[in-house]
């Protein structure tokens, strides 16, 4: 979560039942396999008829984790300075992120689907 948490700080949260969870706020959430605990940002979120999803991402990083469902969620890191950079993130930018990094993905795959249909014997 560089450059908004630097290395070796600790964080707090606030448990999710105090707090909505909106995109771009913080959270704390326990990892699909293992027992880590990553700290990222909600990017987006979606609901079905039985949970809810979040698709979270470090600050830092290129790539969108797996789906979060609400259950792996302990809570949110309040961070009050960042308040302003979000909004003119989640306003103006977060529309254009989503469909880039699909598209780039898929590019990607298809690339390697061809080489691998290329080089077979």
């Not at 979270?56 to 290129?62: E, H, M």
């Not at 302003?84 to 990094?101: T, W």
């Amino acid at each position: 979560m560089w450059p908004t948490i630097k290395k070796g700080e600790q964080v707090v949260g606030v448990s999710k039942t105090h707090k909505r969870i909106r995109a771009g706020d913080v959270l704390v959430f326990r990892q699909k396999y293992g027992d880590s605990i990553l700290v990222h940002r909600c990017m987006f979120h979606i609901k079905t008829k039985n949970t809810k999803y979040y698709i979270t991402k470090g600050d830092a990083g290129l790539n969108f984790d797996p789906l979060v469902q609400e259950e792996r969620v302990y809570g949110v890191v309040p961070i009050e300075n960042s308040r302003k950079l979000r909004d003119v993130y989640f306003r103006k930018i977060q529309y254009v992120l989503l469909p880039v990094n699909i598209l780039v993905t898929l590019v990607i795959r298809v690339y390697m689907l061809w080489n691998y249909l290329l080089n077979r014997k």
